[in-house]
């Protein structure tokens, strides 16, 4: 876990420190963040939250969310998560001055489930090689769109997980296929324009 979060910190400082001036100011300003975001279901938690960055071109962009699943929906105990979420928007046309749409956001994620029963190292009761997944950890892969007015903004993603993609590929006649996809909404409040 230290080092999920270390790794973490590291990557954000090494985002943020690239052509840094020693001027306080513009480094505190370079960590606030250009968006918050809200998003119901996609693998990441029932609801997520957080918060994102984008490059100066607004091509790249990552996010930082917290999520939960409630412990209705979660085998009895609520489940919390900490996502890192990355994506490239490739086809983005702006409509009018308020108006703006990214057709195609391709992206890649990765999150940690907290919580005794979800483990990213094996442990002692269990025998080497009972677990081929980790259950703590996840990784996932999407795609989506965005539409832009002002400073909202509404997105979908269509996405599946490695586990998803694990558990089709071993069990083709009694996973199908429409049941490894996901689906994701959004709202978006983005801070810079």
Known sequence: MKRFIWTI???????????????TANFFQKLTPDNIKL???GNIGFLSTGIGYASPQKHWKGDILYG????KYAAGSTLHLLTLKGRYGT??????QNVN???????????????????????EYYSPGYYLIRPGLNIG?????????????????LGTTDKQL????????AFSFPYMFSA???VIYHLNQ
């Open 9 to 23: 910190l590291y990557m954000l400082l090494a985002f943020f420190a690239e052509g840094q001036s020693t001027d």
């Open 39 to 41: 998003q119901f279901a």
């Open 101 to 123: 749409i990214q057709w195609i956001n391709v992206g890649l994620w990765g999150n940690y489930a907290f919580g005794d029963r979800y483990f990213v190292r094996l442990p």
């Open 166 to 173: 694990i558990h089709f590929f071993k069990n083709l006649e």
């Open 68 to 71: 939960f699943v409630p412990a």
């Open 184 to 186: 994701a909404i959004g």
């Open 91 to 96: 086809l983005d046309r702006s409509y009018s």
């Open 141 to 157: 892969v999407f795609v989506g769109s965005e539409i832009k007015y002002k400073n909202i903004g509404a997105y979908y993603e």
